[in-house]
């Protein structure tokens, strides 16, 4: 297993060896020691999965207020999207940055989405699964949005007119977001979760 960096601090690409011979293919999705080796440190505590039907399915930008935050390690196992992860942390050197990964399911490359990062992630074709793992659990209080198309971001998802659900397609812009990260506390950002 590598990781690889982004240009975001803590936000990795990481890809698994794959063993495949003629009756296909095997990897090593999570290993906590091959994950500490990469210098990532995580406890997960809900797994999540997602299916959407339509190609431009835009979900996002979502993450949790501390001290309910959670880091996410995200793959797409059916289907391709384009997987973004915007820096919320106020004070940040790299605030309002943004990444985006292309992960697929032939690929097989997840993303590593520490505290502190909004995430998000367009569906590329029809028929697409994402899953992704969470160090911790869903805290409906605690949970913020941000506008997809926020100017102040200005990710370029490439999709004009995406499938939105109504809580995405109402989201504040980050300006009018209550978003709790702040650069300099202690688990803002870390790699370590």
Known sequence: MTAS??????VLVVEP???ADARGWFLESWSQAAFERLGILASFVQDNHSYSARKGTLRGLHFQNPPFAQAKLVRCTRGAVLDVAADVRKGSP????WVAVELTAENRK???IPRGFA????????????QYKADAPYAPASERSVRFDDPALGIAWGVADPVLNGKDRNAPTIADCDCGFVYEDADAGREEA
């Open 5 to 10: 960096g982004t240009g975001l601090p803590g």
């Open 17 to 19: 060896r794959v063993f």
């Open 94 to 97: 790299t605030y309002l940055r």
């Open 110 to 112: 997840a993303l590593w």
């Open 119 to 130: 995430h998000g992630f367009v569906t590329l074709v029809d028929d697409t699964e994402v």
